[in-house]
């Protein structure tokens, strides 16, 4: 069997078996380019690039593994909510964001249980994140992000509290947040633009 993978890697093909024997195929390897090294240095130039190439797959192996194990959620988990921190004069039925308005946000989100920031659209050079409200778009993100946009006002400054169910689950999203994580996120709504039909659609009850 230990031949066939080792067949199958010469070949190109990709390893995916979290039981493949990686420490032998690389001592194999290296054994190999050790042979060669007085009299083909191309061939054993070759053998070095596969024990890269089984490290990185490797290392692809043990991450994958690793988000394949099950944590249980035995933690208590915040409510969905909105609290407006910085309120503007406007009417959000007539001003406020409804499905199918785009959104221009700079956003930060933090984890509930100590406030570690996971994301935030600072760290790109402070341009405001892109949001179209009720498209398919919004589902790169966080489920909480829909229904905690609604009604938000241009200038207005918003926290919106996120469920574990309603963020990233029981997968979290690794390397920053671990699973059946809460988070808060902070929005500031820089730019809207209307193309919902108001008077349609009521924005989130605040």
Known sequence: MRLVFLAAL???????????????????????????????HE????????????????????????????????????????????????VPEEDGAVMGDILRVHYVGKLAADEKV???????????QKV????????????????????????????????AAMAFGREGNPPFVPPHADLYYSFSLEDLTQRGLRGMVKPQEL
């Open 10 to 40: 010469a070949l190109g093909a990709e390893v995916q078996d979290e039981h493949f024997d990686f420490d032998m195929a690389i001592k194999g390897k290296a054994g190999q380019a050790k042979l060669n090294l007085k009299n083909d």
């Open 43 to 90: 061939k054993a130039l070759k053998y070095i690039d596969d024990i890269l190439n089984l490290g990185i797959k490797w290392k692809r192996v043990i991450k994958d593994t690793l988000q394949k194990v099950e944590i249980p959620d035995d933690q208590p988990h915040i409510p969905f909510s909105i609290n407006i921190t910085d309120p503007v004069d406007c």
């Open 118 to 128: 996971v994301d935030t659209s600072f760290k790109t050079g402070s341009v405001p």
């Open 132 to 163: 179209i409200l009720g498209s398919k778009s919004m589902a790169n993100f966080p489920a909480c992000w829909e229904p905690g946009l609604q009604g938000i006002c241009k200038g207005e400054r918003r926290i919106v509290g996120c469920p």
